[in-house]
């Protein structure tokens, strides 16, 4: 008798009511955007939601469930990540680090998963076998780290960290392997997140003058995601892996100088404060 998976029976259930983004100023030289809740500080992070997915397996005797595997899998796509940034008087000047464009990011839409646990989201054992079932589980907590202050080209002057936007969107798949290295996607649901904090610095220390972050799970959908080069990364997925694609584009807008990525602005931007920066 073969092993039999009852795709039709697969559902995921997410909780996630406690993530809420938030901003962390206490690292010296860096803020660090979470969504608070598994959120310690910036070296201690866990899972800010949990997702568990469920299918129904039928399996006879002699049959070997070692030849099939479960899990999920997750897909980035970035809309923006751009932080802004302003001198401590206007003429001081504002750069403005534009991370989402090429040739920083070369691509935005990516594999979220790393090359310990490729192509899942999380590494051995991604399941377990509960007759007549199935489960698996899985969890996210989407960091946004960004320099607190960064030097004018123009003015030579520091200039502090003003506005912060990462806007991002999740597929994050259900699925099922075969023997053969077939994987079908069995459900999924759709999340955005984005982190969007405008600061000012009075008496030197950042605070927030303006949140305008979201952070919303959609519905659970059966099935692959209706986006066709979504799902196309879903069943055959490939590097890079998302989080080294950020890590090189912040890297890369900070350090190449003047660029499409990098403006650097004789005076402070028209939508700074008066009140932006006292000593």
């Known amino acids: 008798m073969a092993i039999t998976v009852r795709f039709s029976t697969a559902g995921i259930n997410v909780v996630a009511q406690k993530a809420k983004p938030a901003i962390d100023f206490t690292p010296p030289k860096v803020v660090v955007a979470n969504l608070t809740n598994g959120y310690q500080n910036v070296n201690t992070v866990s899972n800010t939601f949990s997702a568990v997915g469920q299918v129904e397996v039928t399996v006879g005797p002699g049959d070997n469930m070692s030849l099939l595997a479960f899990g999920f899998i997750q897909i980035q796509k970035v809309k923006a990540a751009q932080f802004f940034y302003a001198g401590k ?6 750069v403005s680090l534009f991370v989402d464009r090429k040739p920083a990011m070369p691509q935005t839409v990516a594999l979220d998963s790393s090359t310990f646990s490729f192509p899942w989201t999380k590494g051995a054992p991604r399941f377990t076998h509960q007759p007549p079932k199935v489960v ?4 996210d907590h989407p960091l946004t780290k960004a320099p607190k202050s960064i030097t004018n080209s123009v003015t030579l002057e520091q200039n502090l960290l003003f506005h912060l936007i990462d806007d ?3 597929w994050t798949v259900f699925m099922s392997e075969d023997s053969s290295g077939v994987r079908t996607p069995m459900a999924h649901f759709h999340w955005s997140l984005r982190y969007d904090f405008m600061l000012i610095w009075p008496k030197g220390n950042p605070t927030v003058h303006l949140n305008r972050s979201t952070f919303k799970v959609d519905a659970t959908v059966s099935g692959p995601p209706t986006d066709a080069a979504i799902a196309a990364l879903v069943t055959a997925p490939n590097e890079p892996h998302s989080n080294d694609l950020m890590k090189a584009a912040v890297f890369a807008a900070v350090s190449r100088g003047q660029s ?4 650097d602005h004789e005076r402070r931007f028209a939508n700074v404060p008066p009140t932006f920066f006292t000593p």
């Open 260 to 263: 499409v990525n990098r403006k």
């Open 89 to 94: 008087r206007v003429d001081h000047g504002a």
């Open 168 to 170: 991002r969107e999740f």
């Open 136 to 139: 698996a589980d899985t969890g």
